[in-house]
């Protein structure tokens, strides 16, 4: 019984028997973001850090999403400081009080798996760890919203209220995705809005939510490498994302970790 459909806004509505494809491909995404925790030290390069999940994503039988994706040759996105998302690894050496993003997206069986945390080098100032906990927060208010009958609206609603009512902002430029079979499908899952607004949630959907709030302001640019989003006031950005299936009740996260929220030194 293939149970698959699209929504009149291109969403995708997902068999039962999906979710198993998915679970997968997610919590092998998560375990290399569990390995990858103890190396991350004052003093060693991002691009290291790549290395090593290069090399985890091979071994554990997986394709990594992203080399290859629009030219892109890495298989994380590293994001340091006030990097908001794309970061490139490379030779940069992380320093004591660093906060960094470190997103992986992996294919296993043809589907998607695609989570990113926070991780620090050594100790973080308090409010490099406020951020850290707030967007955490924001990320699980979200998914809380999420249940059949409920709107992309109201998951967007819920973070914002949340970052915003700690005077932090949520970056509007970058957005959560369906995927599934696909990296990138329909819909944007917006981080703000409004209750009430946007597509209807419905059971048997994928999509990410990967909140990126600013300590400062929330506009982006993207560096001349075509790649890096870094925050216009040079103020400190955090993310978090996981990978959900809409349920009958709820929704299931695909890339859970006991790991997931950082030790913050
Ligand atoms: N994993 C990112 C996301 O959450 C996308 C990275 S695309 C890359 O959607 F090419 F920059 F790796
Ligand atoms: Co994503
Ligand atoms: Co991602």
Redesign the pocket.
Same mark, same amino acid.
């Given at each position: 019984m293939d149970d698959s459909r699209i929504t009149r806004e291109g969403i995708r509505i997902h068999a039962p028997e999906d979710f198993a494809g998915m679970r997968k491909a997610g919590r092998l995404a998560a375990q290399i973001l569990d390995e990858v925790g103890p190396m991350v030290e004052p003093g060693v390069t991002t691009g290291a850090l790549d290395d090593f999940i290069r090399s985890r994503v091979e071994e554990l039988g997986a394709a990594s999403? %992203?080399i290859g994706?629009?030219g892109?040759q890495?298989a994380?996105?590293i994001s340091v400081n006030h990097v908001v998302?794309?970061g490139i690894p490379g030779d940069k050496l992380l320093q004591n009080g660093d906060i960094l993003n470190i997103?992986? %997206?992996v294919i296993v069986d043809g589907w998607f798996g695609?989570t990113?945390r926070m991780y620090v080098a050594g100790k973080a100032p308090i409010k490099a760890q406020r951020l850290i906990q707030v967007t955490h927060d924001a990320l699980m208010k979200g998914i809380e919203a999420v249940r059949p009958g409920a709107t992309f609206g109201d998951i967007g609603a819920a973070i914002q209220a949340h970052a915003e009512g700690k005077r932090m902002s949520v970056v509007r430029d970058f957005c959560?995705?369906g995927?599934g079979r696909v990296?990138?499908a329909p819909p944007n899952v917006l981080h703000f809005g409004r209750p009430g607004k946007g597509p209807v949630i419905e059971e048997g959907m994928f999509f %990410?939510i990967?909140p990126m709030i600013n300590l400062g302001r929330p506009e982006t640019k993207v560096l001349a490498d075509d790649?890096t989003a870094v925050t216009r006031d040079k103020s400190l950005s955090a993310q978090f994302?996981h990978s959900i299936g809409v349920t009958a009740d709820g929704c299931e996260i695909f890339t859970p970790s006991e790991r997931f929220f950082p030790e913050l030194g």
């Open positions: 999403a %992203t994706y629009r892109y890495h994380s996105c998302c794309h997103d992986v %997206t695609d990113s959560g995705h995927l990296f990138h %990410t990967e790649w994302e």
